[in-house]
């Protein structure tokens, strides 16, 4: 099975996590499940990855942190929730990666057979 390089997918990282906390904050390993499941194993973030996102993201606006009780185990966890600013930036995010699948689809074989 062919992995995803993290260096391709690299630049949708922060895309991948705000769409996740479109529908409800969450926190990082919760997050880091939902990647790994939604891409059925074939991209895991790592964790140090994930939090420098976070953090980036954070400071920039995008999302914000809070803390609260865990419901299974009662200890205080991180979430993150996306902040208005951030669903502008993941809007953005889409539709740059709209133009980079057209750009790139223009040099991608239609039916590639190995024989390159």
Do not use: H
């Amino acid at each position: 099975m062919t992995e995803i390089s993290s260096d391709v997918i690299r630049g949708y990282n922060d895309t991948m996590i705000l769409y996740l906390l479109l529908k409800e904050p969450s926190y990082g390993y919760e997050i880091s499940k939902q990647i790994k499941g939604l891409s059925d194993s074939k991209y895991i973030i790592k964790e140090t990855t994930l939090y420098s996102a976070f953090s980036r993201m954070e400071k920039n606006g995008y999302v914000e942190s809070f803390s609260s009780e865990a419901e299974d185990t009662g200890k205080k966890r991180t979430y993150y929730r996306i902040t208005d600013a951030g669903r502008k930036y993941y809007s953005e995010k889409c539709e740059e990666w709209e133009l980079t699948k057209e750009v790139i689809e223009r040099f991608i074989e239609e039916k590639y057979n190995g024989n390159y």
